[in-house]
């Protein structure tokens, strides 16, 4: 049990549908992120939540939409994806202050058919 | 702008022998360092830090790190491996310059396997 639950682990998604993906930090952390996992490639910062305000967006593409309602919870809305944002999605969170280490979800495996 | 390497795509290691796991860091000022293993479907789990301070760290299920800033590295260690460390491990930076900078710098990782 890590503290960050994400939901759901697994999903897969029509390229014209519309999903989101959800992350909750039991931890007290005030800054909430997400990051696209694809194989062979460096881990890569989508977006940082700090206080619930958007702190970073790494150059998304805007089919991909967060929304950080509170400080525990982070979603990710997806709509028109392409084959190649097929990825493991991971929510992390951390206490916002640089010294301390982020605290990942297990992800949710996305497929985009 | 802040970077980190991993050389090594793949260590193979026999049980019961040491195991390093190399990454080079670029930073503008003093890092924050960081390793973390990732397990098959799970998230990255967090093994252990550099601040400040002593030059090796220790962590998680026995592992250590040394801080080394004239080669700007932070290799993994432990000395004695288990099948069970097999496994995918990240290093990460952060630039202490900015005191709430959230912006954390993944290895490309280490694929890890321990051989019975």
């Known amino acids: 049990e890590t503290g960050v639950t994400q939901t759901p682990r697994h999903l897969v998604m029509g390229m014209t549908n519309k999903k989101s993906l959800k992350c909750e930090q039991h931890?007290?952390?005030?800054?909430m992120y997400w990051y696209k996992q694809s194989a062979k490639k460096p881990l890569e910062l989508m977006f940082v939540?700090?206080?619930?305000?958007?702190?970073e967006n790494n150059s998304v593409p805007s089919r991909f939409s967060p929304e950080c309602p509170n400080s525990s919870h982070l979603f990710l809305h997806l709509h028109t994806l392409q084959p190649e944002d097929s990825a493991l999605y991971l929510c992390a969170s951390s206490n916002g202050v640089s010294n301390q280490p982020q605290h990942f979800g297990d992800g949710t495996r996305l497929s985009i058919l | 702008a802040q970077s980190v390497a991993q050389p090594e795509d793949q260590v193979n290691v026999a049980e019961g022998n040491p195991l390093t796991v190399k990454c080079t860091y670029s930073?503008?000022?003093?890092?924050?360092l960081f390793w973390y293993v990732q397990y098959p479907n799970r998230g990255l789990q967090f093994l252990l830090k550099y601040i400040t301070g002593d030059n090796l760290v220790k962590g998680s299920y026995g592992f250590e790190a040394e801080f080394n800033k004239s080669q700007t590295s932070f290799h993994l260690k432990k000395p004695s491996a288990l099948v069970s460390d097999s496994a995918l491990y990240f290093c990460?930076?952060?630039?202490?310059?900015?005191?709430?900078?959230?912006?954390?710098?993944f290895g490309a990782g280490t694929r890890l396997t321990v051989k019975p």
């Open positions: 931890l007290g952390h005030n800054a």
């Open positions: 939540y700090n206080f619930k305000e958007q702190t």
């Open positions: 930073v503008s000022g003093n890092p924050y």
């Open positions: 990460a930076v952060r630039a202490i310059r900015f005191y709430n900078n959230n912006d954390m710098r």
